[in-house]
């Protein structure tokens, strides 16, 4: 009985059957992605009431938040991916884990750089050495570690192992290295939203950032399923389904 | 146990007959010291401030700049691999390696940071406490040097690859360590910074030695 769905698990996140289901996901998350994004940003950008002390200049929250919101879930679903694939050996979640670390760094980029922008007419300062914005740059230079160790390994299965150890120890010392940057400065403002107390911002304002949030998420989310799918091409090009499908998309090319 | 513990006195032996491989960071650690009141101010005062934040910092340089050879020599010369298969607990054996290297570095920096103390012009009420906060996280970053080492020993173009991993995972550290000896200097009590750097020791001497072996059957076995 185990067995059976241990099989059934097993096939299903094969590398082959996830580019055909990332497939067929691709172009509705892209839609939703899309759709979400729009929407979120007239409202936001246009819509949404000036705030009563920092005028026009919060409306980057729209971006910011989202940003780093997935920056942070980023690095523990690659730390996750990293483990089912030493665990388990599942090899879909190993470049799953690689994905997640190029475009989570991009947008650990986005909020460290929103932040920046976002800083000086509020702050009166590009850069404060200020406990979230002190921690997300450790973040991103987490992040660089794992890209640094993918790139420097040859072979792409140790690379993936690799970089799942790294990701693994990252992962126990975030939230130690959050508390002792916490404990070293803080001016930030508090979080946005705490999923368990009402939101402190009037709804013409959180609304339009809710939608910003899940058109992110929709966002992040097909572009993690198209760079794996990529990944899978490359990976598995010796494999006879791989050289299949090239055959018939340069038939339909050319 | 006895494996380990042969293992450490190997590392020590070969220490000792190659002086030049753990004076170098040591004297490099001298040096970053003697650059801050050349580059920035002579004046005492100034420099009783930067002091134990200066000499943290280059204390954790000059114990990346001793990384690169813990397991390189070994893997080199085959022993490595031979601890890889030994019937002996792989953890264990990273463990007698990493302490094998921190008496070579960490040990010594805690020796020699009163003379960097002096010549930074640093309050020597704080002195036991400079040293205290080395001496208990120095082993700390031996063993966060020892996953990225161990993850990068058979690379070829490693490069500035084990800084840029080690580096933020060393940041509780340093901002613990540098925080009681600052508490120190002012006169604060440091008995909760102290506990915090103990922690910290009692967690990575826990966990990390079981990522190590891994990383390292990782990065030999492929």
Known sequence: ?254 | MSAAISLLWRDLRLAMRQPGDWLTPLGFFLLVVMLFPLAVTADPHKLALMAPGVIWVAALLSMLLSLDGLFRQDLEDGSLEQLLVAPASLPLMVLAKVAAHWLQTGFCLVLLSPVAAVMLSMDMAALPTLMGSLLLGTPVLSLIGAVAAGLTVALRRAGALVPLITLPLMVPVIVFATGSVQAAVIGLPVAGYMALLAAFLVLAVTLIPFAVAAALRIAVGG
């Open chain 1, 1 to 254: 009985m185990w067995k059976a769905i241990w099989d059934y698990v097993q096939r299903t996140v094969s590398p082959r059957h996830f580019y055909d289901i990332g497939g067929q996901w691709l172009p509705w998350l892209w839609a939703v992605a899309g759709v979400l994004l729009t929407v979120g940003a007239v409202w936001g950008l246009a819509y949404a009431p000036p705030d009563y002390q920092q005028g026009n200049s919060y409306r980057i929250i729209f971006i910011h938040v989202p940003a780093a919101s997935i920056a942070m879930g980023g690095y523990v679903l690659m730390a996750t991916c990293g483990l089912i694939s030493l665990v388990w050996k599942v090899k879909t979640a190993e470049m799953v884990a690689r994905s997640v670390a190029a475009i989570g760094a991009w947008f650990c980029l986005i909020a460290l750089f929103t932040g920046a922008v976002w800083g000086k007419p509020t702050w009166g300062t590009y850069w404060v050495w200020d406990a979230r914005l002190t921690s997300m740059l450790i973040l991103l230079f987490l992040y660089l570690g794992v890209l640094g160790l993918y790139s420097a390994y040859e072979s792409a299965a140790s690379a993936g192992k690799a970089a799942a150890i790294l990701a693994l120890v990252g992962v126990v010392n975030l939230p130690i290295i959050k508390y002792s940057v916490e404990w070293w400065n803080t001016l930030h403002q508090g979080s946005t939203f705490v999923a368990t107390a009402r939101p402190t911002m009037p709804p013409e304002m959180y609304l339009p950032l809710i939608v910003m949030f899940f058109g992110c998420y929709a966002f992040f989310g097909a572009a993690v399923i198209a760079r794996t799918r990529n990944e899978i091409v490359q990976r598995e090009r010796r494999t006879q389904w791989v050289k299949d499908i090239v055959r018939k998309e340069s038939a339909h090319g050319i």
